[in-house]
């Protein structure tokens, strides 16, 4: 199973290609006007297994923040390989690799605008009130002052006053719920649709004008016990669409659950398929599987938050902030990563099964 993974986003790419054309299916490819850190080209490509006139489409995607694309690369190149869909002919894989291109090359989870997707789909032309007052608070002091453990125990203590003062789910949604007001900080949302979202709309325009039911498998890493996958889904257990999340998946962590200790985030990418291509009934989730601790995968992205303040990948510390995140976003363990191709199969098995049915 180690085999799948790539060591970097161009060689992922490379892979994709090939095992696209080795089943063979053509490839739709969208270029990212940026460039990688080392000039790199940037593209998101999209390959389908299954006809265009599928009613019943599942999508299977990579890399929407980035740092965490390697595991889910890895799952497409085992799906290309492995996946067989029903003879009726109705239902199809779709194939989206690498959303966040720049994220994935440069080793981070946000975008070339420094942008986290994940709490980015939201319609700009009605965005509502996108306030985060917890995020306020913190923002002063959530990134520590310098590449040390000395700035990160400051940071540390203050975040820990925060918590006692306001409570531990205050803490997590001030951090992870998404911010609109900081635009170098973490988890900022954007002002405007980004590359990436434009291109999602696209790819909803582009390969799914026919589909009358979706699903979506977006595959991202480090929450959660080491080398488990779990299903997410983003509405409440009893609507509908939660409703068929655990029908298809069984076990479901329900994000609007009102039992879940979940921060969640505005503006997913769960919703962003929806409203990209509203035809369709939808039933998506997001994959997620753990890697190392929340305290040690934080601080990766901490300091990944110091280095984008910092000069970026011209510091001389870039090398070992970018070390610090693929030890907390793709492990080397050849068992997390077995894990993790093995239940990413399983579950894009249950998919395709679910939306069959």
Known sequence: MERYFSKDYSEARQRFLAGAEARPIAIATYENPARGPAGEGLFTDVARIGPASARRVLVLESGLHGVEG????????????????????????LL??????????????????NIDLNRHFIDWDVPG???????????????????????????????ESYRRDKGEQALRSAIKLGQYSHPEGLYFGGMKPSWSARTVQRIAEEHLRAAEFCGLIDVHTGLGPFGFGECLSGMAPDSEEGKRCSA????VAHTKSPKTDYAGSAAS????????????VWTPIGLEFGTRSEQLVRDAVRFDGWLHLNGGASNPRAGAVK???????????AEWRAAVVTRGLEVVGLGLAGISG
Request: charged content about 25%.
């Open 70 to 93: 390697y595991a889910g690369s890895a799952i497409q190149l085992a799906a290309l390989e492995s996946v067989e869909l029903p003879a009726d002919g109705d239902v199809a894989l």
């Open 269 to 280: 990418i769960l919703d962003g398929y929806k409203r990209a291509a509203p035809w369709p």
């Open 96 to 113: 989206v690799h690498a959303v966040n291109p720049w994220g994935f090359a440069s080793n981070c989870r946000f975008n070339e605008d």
């Open 129 to 159: 009130n996108l306030d985060n007052p917890g995020y306020r608070d913190i923002a002063d002091f959530l990134i520590p002052a310098d590449f040390s453990e000395e700035a990160l125990a400051v940071s540390d203590a203050k975040l």
């Open 248 to 251: 298809w998946y069984g076990h």
């Open 323 to 333: 070390a610090m995140m693929l030890d907390a976003y793709r492990p080397d363990e």
